[in-house]
Each structure stands twice: as C-alpha cells, then as structure tokens.
C-alpha cells in the first residue's frame, strides 16, 4: 500500500463523522502522491501522520445572558493546527453550522495557504455555533466577552493570532480584542482586522476580494487576455464578495451577480458603482441572510429566489459565500455556458465533483488557499505594521498585497509545471504549500 493510501486509512478510520475535513485532506494528500513517492524523506519522518493531526485542539463552553435574562450556551473551538512555520493564524467564524469538522478542515487548509503566502505563519481557526442575525449589539458584545474569557489563555502576538472570518467583522473584532486586551493587561495586536484607530491595517477588509480580483487578472494573463470587459459571477454579499465588486470594477468588469441563504440577484447594470458597494454593507446589518433586499433598492436588478448564480453566463465564476457552495451540476452549467476561470475566494467553496469537471474541460481553476490567500496576507501585513508600530498607507499595503497574490500565481503554476501538471493550480498550490511546512516539520524534529 502507497503511504498516501495509508494516510487516507487512517484519517477515514480515525474521523468517519468529519466530512469536511475528510474531503480537505483527501483533496490535498492525492495531489501529493508524486512528490511522497520521489522523496522517501517525508515517509522517513512520519510527515503526513504528524501533518493531518491538529496539534492542539481547543473546545470550550461559552455561556451568556440574552436581552431577556435567559442563559444561552453555545460551543466554542479553537484548532490549533500547525506551528512549523510561525504563531497559529486564522479567523473566528460565527455560524450555526460550526462542529469539529468545519473547524478542522478550515485549519487544514489555513496551514497550507499560510505558506503559500511567503509570510511566517502557521495553521489555525476557531470560531462557534453562534449565529449573530436577530441579535441585539449588547448580546453580540456579551457574547464575544464570554467567548475571549476562555480563549484568552490560548492567544498571544506569538503563539496564536484569530482574525475575523464569516459572522465575523471589525465589530466583533473589536469586542473580542477589548475584553482580551483587559484579561492580559496589554495592547500586543494580538487579532488582525482590528479598527484603524487601534492598530488595523487598511485594506484589510478589502483584501480577500482584493486579491481574489489579483488572482484572477494573473489567470487571464496566461490566456493572453485580461479582466477589461469580463462578466463575472459572485455569491455571497459579504466583506470578500463587496471587495471582489469593487475591484473588479476598478479593472473593467462587471460583477453581475451576488446571492445569499435566500436566493441570488442578477444585475444587468453591474455591481459597480459606490452606492452599490456601500449598500452591500448596510445590507448585512439589514439582514446578513437577505439577499432580497438589494432589488428594493437598484429596481433594474432581478431576485432568483432559492436559485444559485451559478446557472448566469459569465466569463468568470468566484465562489465567495461558504464551502460547497458550487456543485457538479453547477460546474456542467458553467461550463456549458464557457466559463474561462473560476477562482475560489470561500474556503473549499467547490464540491470535488465540481472540480473534477473544472480540470477535465481545461477551465482554469484556482483552489481557495491560493486564490482567497489575500486576506490573511494583509493580515500578516497588520502584524508587521504592529511590531514595528507603524502604519502604511493604503498604496504601501495594496502593493504588497499584489505583489503577494503574482508570487502565489506563479508559485502555483511554476510547482504545478515542475511536478507535470501544468496549468493545474490544485496541484500546483497543494505541493508548494506542503513542501514548505514539510521541511520546517523536518528540520524542527520530531516534536
Ligand atoms: O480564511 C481566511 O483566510 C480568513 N478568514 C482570514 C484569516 C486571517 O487570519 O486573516
């Protein structure tokens, strides 16, 4: 039996009720069959068994009082998942589907696109069952207070740095890092996308869509073309799909779709003014799980209920909601329609059957870990700015960001070329990311 083929014996025996984390690490161990198979040093020093355990694993309890005086309790995580290359990094998610599962696949693939970032930053994610819509800001605050009241132990500017992630925002932010910062009594910039006044990095909420748009402009260069007049297909109505619109917008194309929980909007006018990026953030504070509103406002644009955006004809697709959220048949749709590149900004945000169709018909894909890597690189931007208390400007910071994003591209498809698998970005991101963390693991020892 090949050591792949043991691996996936022991995640499948040692995890059955985790299927997210299944397909992540499935999805990452077959793109390294080549490269274990080459170099026996990854076998030698048990590297996958030790890569697919989480180091440390967190679940705790986190209780509060609502508006009405009721106990609620909800259950908090923290996965701590590799620390080969740096502190922990990874946001919070908010969201009533958040188990065991999701927060280990969500750390899994954190570890693989931390490395792909160049910046020195390990694995990790945490985040809670606990759903935001319908609750009041004294709730929400009470809420995060409760929840750092225990995860503050676990935190630290170099042991593990949270971010903000879906249901997460600068509000949320904000409360959790007040209550951590009186817990330990000092102002180390222990989260990243904290407000402006107190140590944010600007362009941080911009950045994931930001440099999903980079990502995207690489793509097209390859084929010789470029984003100037594209069609492209967002979901979600988020902070990754408002930054995707805009700088979509700044490069010529028109984001004519956005979608939610309920259904999604086809804008025939485009997604490209700034009256309609600014009522995408009004709109989460309306109703985070109403895309609906959008056509009360921009009357030209058309409301799918219970649909995906996935049936419109576009040039390009962008994934921005949640994982799986683009399926086999969505993917047949697409490409019936000739979709030229789907680029993932949501983790995992495609089915495997998805991107199988994706690779076998030639349309460029690019996973998650390296398409949505912007993010959590602006990210790695705030910690330096931080430590060196300094603050760059929005120029300073979006430069770096994209030339982050162009190193990536290019470490993907320079990786997926070396390996024989040229033009594809799956490989060619999982091999890069993994080497990188396999040699820290290697030279570190056995610990
Ligand atoms: O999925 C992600 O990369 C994030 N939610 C951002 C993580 C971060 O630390 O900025």
């Given at each position: ?9 022991i995640i499948n025996k040692k995890d059955p009720g985790q299927p997210e984390f299944l397909q992540a690490s499935e999805e990452v161990l077959d793109s390294l069959r080549i490269v274990v198979d080459q170099d026996k040093i990854y076998e030698k020093y048990g590297i996958l068994e030790r890569i697919i355990e989480p180091e440390r694993v967190i679940v705790f309890r986190i209780p509060w009082v609502d508006d009405a005086g009721k106990v609620q309790v909800n ?373």
């Open positions: 039996m090949s050591y792949i083929d043991k691996i996936l014996e259950r908090g995580y923290r996965v701590q998942y590799n620390s080969a290359i740096g502190p922990y990094k990874g946001g919070i998610r908010f969201h009533p589907a958040v188990n065991l599962s999701t927060m280990k696949f969500l750390a899994f693939e954190q570890t693989f696109k931390n490395a792909l970032t160049g910046l020195p930053m390990g694995g990790g994610k945490g985040g809670c069952d606990f759903d935001s819509s319908g609750k009041s800001e004294n709730e929400i605050m009470r809420f995060c207070q409760s929840m750092m009241n225990e995860l503050y132990r676990h935190l630290g500017p170099d042991t593990d740095v949270p971010a903000g992630d879906i249901g997460v925002g600068a509000r949320e932010v904000g409360f959790m890092y007040g209550q951590y910062k009186k817990l330990v009594n000092n102002v180390t910039g222990v989260f990243t996308g904290k407000g402006l006044t107190w140590g944010g990095s600007i362009l941080r909420p911009e950045a994931t869509g930001y440099g999903a748009i980079y990502f995207a402009e690489e793509m097209l260069k390859l084929k010789n073309e470029s984003m100037s007049g594209k069609t492209v297909a967002v979901s979600g109505f988020g902070n990754v799909a408002w930054g995707s619109c805009i700088k979509a917008a700044a490069l010529g194309a028109k984001v004519i779709t956005i979608s939610g929980p309920d259904g999604y909007i086809h804008d025939p006018d485009g997604i490209s003014t700034k009256e309609k990026f600014d009522y995408l953030k009004e709109m989460l504070l309306i109703d985070r799980n109403k895309v609906e509103t959008y056509v009360k406002k921009f009357t030209n644009a058309k409301f799918f209920p219970g649909k995906r955006p996935w049936e419109q004809k576009v040039d390009i697709a962008i994934p921005c909601a949640i994982q799986n959220e683009l399926n086999g048949d969505d993917a047949q749709k697409l490409a019936a329609n000739n979709v030229k590149v789907v680029v993932e900004a949501s983790n995992m945000g495609c089915t495997p059957e998805a991107i199988k169709l994706f690779v076998d018909n030639k349309i460029a894909f690019a996973p998650g870990k390296a398409a949505n890597a912007g993010g959590v690189s602006t990210s790695g931007l705030e910690m330096s700015q931080n430590s060196m208390r300094l603050s760059w400007t929005a120029e300073e910071v979006d430069v770096r960001l994209h030339a982050i994003m162009c190193n990536i591209h290019k470490t993907c498809v320079d990786t997926a070329k070396e390996f024989g698998f040229e033009g594809n970005y799956v490989i060619g991101a999982n091999i890069a990311g993994f080497k990188k963390v396999a040699k820290a693991m290697i030279e570190q020892g056995v610990i």
